[in-house]
């Protein structure tokens, strides 16, 4: 299987890696095994853990595995990183580089059997490993309110209600089973003028909530998180690409708040009830973007945050 998958902001993250001390590090989402293998091919790595949720990845990860003897790829969810780590030859080990680059990559969103794709006709599916939902379910089986806070709230599309309306009121005439096909149905929702000024596909935004709500992304971004402060070094280096705002929010919070702020990145999050123990120092005041070269070069880079935090 050839992998389709360019590494987003790669020159960024190992500017970052230092040259000579030996290092542990962990690629929590290894997908096509780029960072992976740069930072084995560049660095002195004493081991690299690599996680990924879809099967896939242990395809990718063979020729790796092959090359080097301080590789290992475990095929399970980022939210169990520290159980992970002590369930392995990694136990009580602590980590000098934690990597996260989220969402799908490109091996999943043009495989049209996927369903990840609203421009490839395939089925509503949208798993991007064991999970216990699928797109089909939530598209033909949920109640309308129901679908309409998850397009709301995960794709922050403000037409969810019109929507959802519409995806009901298809599906009472035949289920919907394919991406195209919902797709269509969503295009038909927005109006005219928005169709013509947006850049984006009017698909965009309710695939996200979908695929976002399917695979529990946004709890799988915090627990993780949470849980890399008990697996890094002292000076260790916590590294998060992010590609939307949902995301890139929940990094920052979790970012200012055990570095000693109070501050939230919507006045709707709840009030911290206390500022949190020091424990991290930002790095990146503000994320780094991807240079225009990249973006011109993988267009699908365009929307990548880079935000990057110490262990103190
Ligand atoms: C953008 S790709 C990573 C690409 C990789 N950095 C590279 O250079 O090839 C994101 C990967 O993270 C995986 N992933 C997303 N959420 C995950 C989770 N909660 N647990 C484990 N893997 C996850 C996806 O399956 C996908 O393979």
Not at 38 to 48: A, D, G, H, S, Y
Not at 115 to 125: A, R
Not at 239 to 258: C, G, P
């Amino acid at each position: 299987m050839e992998n389709l998958h360019k590494s987003v902001m790669i020159k960024e993250i190992i500017s970052f890696l230092p040259l000579t001390k030996s290092i542990n590090v962990i690629d929590a989402t290894f997908g096509g095994g780029g960072y992976s293998k740069t930072i084995l091919e560049k660095f002195n790595v004493n081991q690299l853990l690599a996680i990924d949720r879809d099967p896939i990845s242990k395809i990718f990860a063979k020729e790796i595995e092959s090359k080097f003897s301080n590789f290992t790829l475990i095929n399970d969810k980022f939210s169990r990183i520290e159980e992970i780590v002590n369930n392995t030859n990694f136990k009580n080990k602590k980590f000098d580089i934690i990597l996260f680059d989220i969402g799908t990559s490109s091996n999943q969103i043009d495989n049209a059997q996927r369903g990840f794709s609203l421009k490839k006709s395939g089925p509503l599916d949208m798993r991007m490993g064991s999970s216990d939902k699928n797109a089909y379910d939530i598209i033909n089986k949920y109640e309308e309110k129901n679908l309409a806070d998850i397009i709301y709230q995960y794709g922050e599309e403000r037409y969810s209600r019109v929507i959802a309306k519409e995806i009901v009121k298809n599906r009472k005439i035949k289920f919907i089973n394919d991406t195209i096909e919902l797709s269509n149905i969503i295009k038909k929702c927005l109006p005219k003028k928005n169709l013509l000024k947006n850049k984006i596909h009017p698909a965009t935004k309710t695939f996200q909530a979908i695929r976002i709500y399917v695979n529990d992304e946004l709890n799988e971004l915090k627990t993780s998180l949470e849980k890399t402060l008990k697996i890094l070094n002292k000076d260790g280096l916590i590294l998060v690409v992010s590609f939307q705002s949902l995301e890139d929010r929940i990094v920052k919070d979790f970012f200012n708040h055990n570095s000693g702020k109070r501050w939230r990145s919507s006045r709707h999050y709840p009030e911290l009830p206390d500022i949190l123990a020091t424990q991290l120092k930002i790095i990146t005041k503000k994320p780094i973007l991807p240079s225009a070269s990249e973006i011109l070069e993988n267009p699908r880079s365009r929307s990548a945050k880079l935000r990057v935090a110490q262990k103190i």
